[in-house]
């Protein structure tokens, strides 16, 4: 029946072995509230703390100067700010998969990093979210794009892409948040009872909205749980389907493509596990959790980046023949200078980062080093900023009139601002693993051996009883 | 309920309550309440008055009778370049020029304008302007100028006026001329001389050399159906250019009628607009024109007997030559042979030679009297000047306008003798270099601001009619002279009339009411001269060349010009491996006075589409042999001084020759002037005005940023600027539709828009665009487009809502050129509006693209997605520039002056559209065909630009677009763009091939 009792089948198990209830309680909750702040959280968190202000700063002269400090130009009228955009949005996408998608699927190893997946899609929702207000010429203007009441009696433009952008990424943001923060509730009583001090006390107690964890209360939050993995399942698909629309809708070659939407959406899911993966493996060395994400872990995520990575290799393929095959002459310029105009260096170092290196996890002894998935989850989250932006500015750069051809260049600003994301998404991302439980307390007791076989479904027995074959 | 007296109802309580006055415990009631609110009223009032500026603002009590407020006036006046006057109508709102168009009844114009005329107007309110006169740099009164000019009088009349000397630029003016002449017959050992940078000197000399006389020549380029151009820019350069493209834009039309088209052969030394328009064209070194010319002149029989290789010279068996000969042989009385105001006086008398032999004298080229007040070698003129600085002659020197110590030739010495002069008074618009070295310096007044007169290129006398008064009290020079005279005070206005009283005929105030209203002065235009320049022995006069020439000009003047015209053959054969140098006036800043116009140092060039800088121009093959690229810096020696000039490859252009502009590397010019490009007259000795050989290269190793506003100049085999043969339409009528595919109408995912009245769209016709740019500068006067500056063009973000786009395909060494104007083409499905989130740019009734500035957030989307590449975003708050008070007044008041992180484009000059439907309505009728004209449109010398209503089928844009050489760019989008073009027709001779490089 379920998978769990296939572990000496396959790889190592999903949960080392020699855990209780109580030991894992103690591991996880221990983080928050009893160890030490670590070296590596306090210098960690001071770096990009310090990333942060250099946003701040960036933004800061941006809304004093206007988008002029930027690279952008005529005719490449989005830079930096677009790419980041859609390189965050992507990056979040593996967040929502792993808890909504592998959910549904019961992959009860999506267990020990649903948690901190989906965090990680938060606040890369909440930087890539940055982007599109302030690449405006006039960001205090963006709740233009809102269809709210007004006395102009006017309404945003339906037909335009980035107001289905609006909905889609602010859907998408609100859904995650609630999934997220559903999933903490037994976890954050948790740490309430465990609290020795008053503020904690308070302040997880506020969280925790009253959790006793009556059966009554479980049985709500599991429907509740399931429903919003209903929810989120088309999400996942629909908004990178929608974001690609920004560019599939405009008739600019390198844009104009039908094949975009799925191919950003495995672009997406490729991103998003590179950046779980960047992430887990340090946290796991650093606080010791390698029983909990375990090799079984990494080998799985190493397996869908091998995948989705061959599903963006094929969309590239696809993109080169079509422009071929189409014999349209813009679209065969347009993938001729790809690979021999000014960018072609980006190009081909995009195909050795998203093609070439992920081949390498074929080998069994790659996907279970745990430096070398590092470093290939590195190179993938480099491949994809690179991807988008080969999409957005060598499409930009040369299009139908050569007469007005130009040559994008990133400034100081552009650099900063891109940093200073970065600064935020992981001064947060230290926040979150400091004051919450990085891994679900509550789930990881459900695959102790003390669970039991059943109770390693993690959905409730009797809301799927009949399934079960 | 009774009523007061005014009508309101009125409480009956009130008229009772009147015995409570004292006292009121109980409050006020309603009548005190009032009675205080009274007082309170009027208090604050008088504490407001206190408060008021203390200037007093006077509303008119009777409006003036022709001023209403938003409605702008025009006014006919005139503005000179090389003393020749092109006539205008200015456009003020409400006192303020804001907008500079063509007189349609001036010959130079005939409504038409160039960039220069456009731009002027900016000049006007230049800030930079000098605003004080100064005297060793302490400010002073006009009395004092005054009273100092009455101390030259006295002591110069003892002295007979030796001590005196005047300097000027090319005058024509009948006024000043008059003054002059007049204060010489009172001070006759006075001298007056002329020194203009640009001057045609060469024509001049030329003129003496074949006919004996100086004389002025009108090309009647539209009665032509052969023209060679032997190095002459005649299209976009020269005092009747404006008229020469529109006469000649007449016959490209004529191809596709079936009427002769004209054909144009162009031999050059620099790649020109000309030589981008030309059927044929040969890029020569300038000492090769001269041969070629020869060569021409002897294979249709001219001197020696033909067929003698020697007499021909190194051109005689030269296959281009040769069909050039042939086919203005053909073609007699119905050819035209011009030569370059920068080429030799030679070339210009086997020009002239040429035209005789032909027949064409009197048929396409005729001759008047010269038109300057005195013609004379301008070089010689300035060099008798600096010999009597040098010798200590001179007290009192006034130089009226121009800027001599900056542009006289590098080897004369100007500066060095001008500091023996006593007294150095400057009249200028700037305090520029030439201020700097005198001790008074007067502001001159803009030409938009104080009367005087000037003639056109056929002798056609107008009017300068000021707009507005001095914005910094300057001086005209008319004022400056008076100073000198008996009557200091005169004005310009009585000095002009006084000129005028004697020789207008019939009532002298209608006549002038009449000329000021018109612009012209009737029967002024100079007699043609009968002239039979066949039967002059051209041979003998070529072979004598050697002679002071200018002797017949200027009595007793050793010849400069004598030293350019000597034999070509000891130049040509100075070897490949000898570089020359050519020194042209700039096509956007002239001879440099237009340094600090921001506009015109933004235009791009026609060519090479450098902003901002003047760049070394050496062709491919040269720069490949001498391992130079794109803003490698060069030293250029040259004469023995040197200048440190940024190198740019341009196509076409000769080999072996290094091209070089003049009017950059100003000092004291201004913000925008100063510090842009490199001082090319800084290396141009007398010997050597125009070219010379010698010149020599040196890589310095460094970088030099230039900003172009289009870097790739190929079409990428794309059909977007057609072209094809006038023989090929012939044969195949429907050529140019075949070379794209348009998809059918009706193909969009969403519904057309509602259409109803008047569908507004344009047509350009490609064969008539000379690429000359007046367009581009109408433009950005008309829509308050600002200026950007260099480090922004260089990033790509100029903000000229129309562009001229260039393209050069083919052999590199000679390319063929076309030029292809490209603003917003106004799509019917307008991929750009699709995709705006806010709905800021939107589609009007009338099928125009609208732009709904308070609206955009400024996402760039649309600029994205527009395959045309025409909107254009502020990226900073580039408006700031109408932060000056003084560049306030200059903008249009119909058009919004854009904020930082909008988007704009090309609106076909809504404004205008506007106004027309306002004014048709009044009249109850429709918009008539014509009565709206775009900015563009109507600055477009060669009436390359049709704008109307596309729903009247007799509208003459209808028309255009209805012709089968009419196609829409990019239309196998889909877009289905409102602005169509008409594909540039060639008429290559069939004994050169189709192939345009010969």
């Not at chain 1, 998003?272 to 796991?284: E, Y």
């Not at chain 2, 004379?376 to 001599?404: F, M």
Request: hydrophobic fraction near 45%.
């Amino acid at each position: 029946m379920s998978q769990v009792h296939d572990h000496g089948r396959g790889g190592p198990p999903v949960i080392g072995p020699g855990h209780t209830y109580a030991s894992v309680t103690d591991k996880i909750s221990s983080i928050v509230l009893a160890r030490r702040t670590p070296l590596f959280w306090l210098l960690g968190f001071f770096v990009s703390f310090l990333l942060t202000m250099v946003l701040l700063g960036a933004v800061g002269y941006l809304f004093a100067k206007g988008v002029g400090i930027w690279g952008v130009n005529q005719p490449i009228g989005w830079g930096f700010a677009i790419i980041n955009f859609v390189w965050w949005i992507g990056i979040g996408h593996a967040g929502t998969l792993i808890s909504a998608i592998l959910l549904l699927l019961r992959q009860e190893w999506r267990t020990s990093i649903n948690r901190f997946a989906e965090a990680m899609t938060l606040f890369a929702v909440a930087c890539a979210a940055l982007f599109p207000v302030l690449h405006l010429g006039r960001p205090w203007l963006a709740y233009w794009l809102l269809p709210y009441p007004n006395t102009m009696a006017l309404w945003p433009q339906w037909r335009s892409p980035l107001v289905w952008d609006v909905f889609a990424v602010s859907t998408y943001a609100s859904v995650s948040l609630l999934f997220w923060f559903v999933g903490l509730i037994p976890d954050l009583a948790t740490l309430r009872d465990r609290a020795k001090r008053k503020g904690f006390q308070i302040f997880y107690g506020m969280l925790a909205m009253g959790w006793r964890g009556s059966a009554l209360h479980w049985y709500r939050y599991e429907t509740a749980y399931l429903l919003l993995a209903g929810l989120a399942t088309p999400l996942v698909i629909s908004v990178h389907t929608v974001v690609s629309f920004d560019f599939t809708v405009g008739i600019i070659p390198g844009w104009h493509s039908t094949i975009f939407p799925p191919y950003f959406v495995a672009g997406a899911i490729y991103a998003g596990f590179a950046m779980v993966l960047l992430l887990a493996i340090p946290l796991r060395k650093v606080y010791g959790l390698e029983d909990f994400i375990t090799m079984r872990h990494l080998q799985n995520m190493a397996k869908i980046l091998l995948a989705t990575g061959l599903i963006v290799g094929y969309g590239y393929v696809i993109e080169a023949f079509m422009a071929w095959y189409s014999a349209n002459p813009y679209e065969g310029y347009m993938i001729g200078n790809r690979m021999r105009g000014p960018y072609a260096p980006i190009y081909w170092s995009l195909m050795l980062c998203n093609i070439v290196t992920p081949q390498l996890l074929w080998l069994k002894r790659v996907r279970s080093s745990p430096p070398a998935l590092f470093g290939i989850a590195l190179v993938v989250s480099i491949g994809m900023w690179l991807e988008r932006f080969v999409i957005v500015v060598t499409s930009l750069h040369r299009d139908f009139l050569p007469s007005s051809w130009g040559m994008y260049y990133p400034t100081i600003w552009d650099w900063a601002t891109f940093a200073g994301t970065i600064g935020l998404f992981l001064a947060l991302l230290f926040l979150f693993i400091r004051f919450l439980p990085m891994i679900s307390i509550f789930e990881m007791r459900t695959l102790v051996p003390e669970a039991g076989p059943l109770a390693m479904q993690p959905i409730p027995e009797h809301s799927v009883a009949g399934e079960e074959g | 309920m009774k009523k007061s007296s005014v009508g309101l109802p009125v409480h009956p309580s009130s008229t009772t309550k009147i015995g409570h006055a004292a006292g009121l415990p109980e409050g006020l009631d309603r009548r005190e309440l009032f009675k205080f609110m009274g007082a309170s009223l009027a208090l604050a009032g008088v504490t407001a008055c206190t408060r008021q500026p203390t200037e007093k603002i006077v509303p008119y009590v009777r409006q003036p009778e022709e001023i209403v407020p938003g409605k702008p006036l025009f006014f006919a006046t005139a503005m000179t370049m090389g003393g020749l006057a092109t006539g205008l109508l200015v456009e003020s709102q409400m006192g303020r020029p804001t907008k500079v168009e063509g007189n349609p009844l001036h010959p130079a114009s005939l409504g038409a304008t160039d960039a220069f005329a456009q731009a002027s107007v900016l000049s006007l309110y230049d800030p930079d302007r000098s605003q004080t006169l100064l005297d060793l740099g302490e400010i002073r009164p006009w009395s004092a100028f005054l009273g100092e000019m009455r101390l030259v009088l006295e002591e110069e009349r003892s002295r007979r006026g030796a001590g005196l000397r005047i300097l000027t630029e090319t005058v024509s003016s009948p006024t000043l001329a008059r003054q002059l002449t007049e204060l010489l017959a009172a001070l006759p050992e006075a001298r007056w001389h002329q020194w203009e940078a640009a001057a045609p000197d060469n024509a001049r000399a030329g003129a003496v050399l074949a006919i004996g006389s100086p004389v002025n020549v009108i090309p009647h380029v539209d009665a032509a159906d052969v023209i060679l151009s032997l190095d002459a820019d005649f299209l976009t350069c020269g005092p009747a250019h404006v008229r020469l493209a529109r006469d000649f834009a007449a016959r490209r039309h004529a191809g596709s009628s079936g009427a002769e088209m004209n054909r144009l052969y162009v031999v050059e030394s620099t790649m020109t607009a000309t030589g981008a328009k030309a059927d044929h064209r040969r890029p020569l070194k300038a000492s090769e024109i001269e041969p070629f010319a020869r060569s021409v002149a002897a294979a249709v029989g001219l001197g020696a007997p033909s067929g003698s290789a020697e007499a021909g010279g190194p051109f005689a068996a030269d296959r281009f030559a040769r069909a050039v000969a042939a086919d203005l042989q053909r073609h007699r009385g119905r050819g035209l042979v011009l030569a370059g105001d920068h080429q030799t006086p030679a070339v210009h008398a086997l020009a002239h030679a040429l035209n005789g032999m032909l027949g064409n004298t009197g048929w396409t080229v005729v001759y008047t009297e010269p038109i300057e007040a005195r013609p004379e070698i301008e070089l010689e003129s300035l060099r008798a000047l600096v010999a009597d600085l040098g010798a200590g002659k001179v007290r009192t020197l006034l130089i009226l306008g121009g800027n001599p110590v900056f542009n006289a030739p590098a080897d004369l010495g100007f500066r060095a003798a001008l500091g023996k002069v006593a007294r150095r008074v400057h009249l200028s618009l700037e305090n520029d270099e030439t201020s700097e070295e005198c001790q008074w310096h007067v502001p001159e007044a803009h030409f938009l601001e104080a009367w005087s007169d000037a003639r056109a290129f056929d002798g056609t006398a107008s009017i300068v009619q000021p707009l507005i008064a001095p914005l910094y009290g300057g001086k005209s020079a008319h004022e400056v002279l008076a100073a000198l005279s008996d009557q200091p005070e005169q004005s310009g206005y009585e000095l002009v009339r006084a000129t005028w009283k004697t020789r207008m005929a019939g009532e002298f105030e209608t006549a002038w009411r009449r000329a000021l209203h018109d612009g012209v002065i009737p029967g002024t235009a100079l007699p043609v001269r009968a002239m039979a320049t066949a039967s002059l022995p051209i041979e003998t006069r070529l072979a004598t060349v050697e002679a002071p020439v200018s002797k017949t000009l200027s009595a007793g003047r050793e010849t400069g010009a004598a030293a350019v015209a000597r034999p070509a053959a000891e130049r040509v054969q100075t070897g490949a491996e000898t570089l020359e140098i050519t020194f042209r006036p700039d096509p956007t800043i002239h001879d440099g006075r237009f340094a600090n116009n921001g506009w015109l140092q933004e235009l791009p060039k026609p060519i090479t589409k450098v902003t901002w800088d003047n760049v070394a121009a050496i062709s491919p093959a040269t720069a490949q042999r001498l391992g130079i690229r794109n803003e490698d810096v060069l030293e250029l020696s040259f004469s023995g001084r040197r200048v440190r000039a940024p190198a740019w490859v341009v196509p076409g252009h000769p080999d072996d020759s290094v091209g070089v502009t003049l009017g950059y590397g100003r000092t004291k010019a201004g913000h925008f002037g100063s510090r842009a490009g490199f001082d090319a007259y800084s290396i141009r000795p007398a010997a050597a005005l125009w070219q010379g050989a010698g010149v020599e290269v040196r890589k310095t190793g460094e970088k030099y940023p230039i900003a172009v506003t289009q870097s790739h100049h190929a079409m990428e085999g794309r059909n977007l600027a057609r072209t094809a043969a006038v023989e090929e339409i012939r044969r195949e009528p429907e050529a140019i539709a075949k070379m794209g595919e348009e998809p059918p109408p009706g193909l969009s995912l969403y519904p057309p828009h509602p259409a109803h009245g008047y569908a507004w769209g344009m047509a350009i016709d490609l064969s008539s665009c000379v690429g000359c740019n007046a367009c581009v500068v109408a433009c950005t006067a008309e829509n308050n487009v600002p200026i950007v500056g260099k480090d922004q063009v260089v990033r790509g973000r100029e903000m000229q809502w129309l562009r001229i786009d260039h393209y050069a395909d083919g052999d590199a060494a000679n390319p063929r050129h076309i030029f292809q104007p490209v603003a917003c083409v106004h799509c019917e499905n307008a991929p750009c509006e699709l995709v705006c989130p806010t709905a800021a740019t939107v589609h009007s009734a009338e099928g125009l693209n609208d732009m709904i500035y308070n609206r955009c957030v400024g996402t760039r989307y649309c600029s994205n997605n527009c395959p045309y590449k025409v909107r254009r975003f502020n990226f900073y708050h580039y408006s700031t520039q109408f932060r000056a008070p003084s560049m306030r007044m200059l903008a249009n008041p119909d058009v919004t002056v854009r904020w930082r992180g909008v988007m704009e484009k090309c609106t076909y000059c809504v404004q205008r559209i506007s106004e027309g439907k306002i004014r048709s309505e009044l009249e109850n009728r429709t918009v008539r065909d014509g009565d709206i004209v775009t900015a563009c449109q109507q600055a477009c010398p060669a009436g390359a630009i049709v704008f109307g209503d596309i729903a009247d089928r007799e509208s003459r844009v209808s028309k255009m677009r209805r012709s089968n050489l009419s196609y829409g760019l990019l239309a196998e989008l889909g877009t289905r763009p409102r602005t169509e073009y008409l594909a540039a027709l060639t008429n290559p001779n069939p004994e050169l091939g189709e192939a345009r490089p010969a």
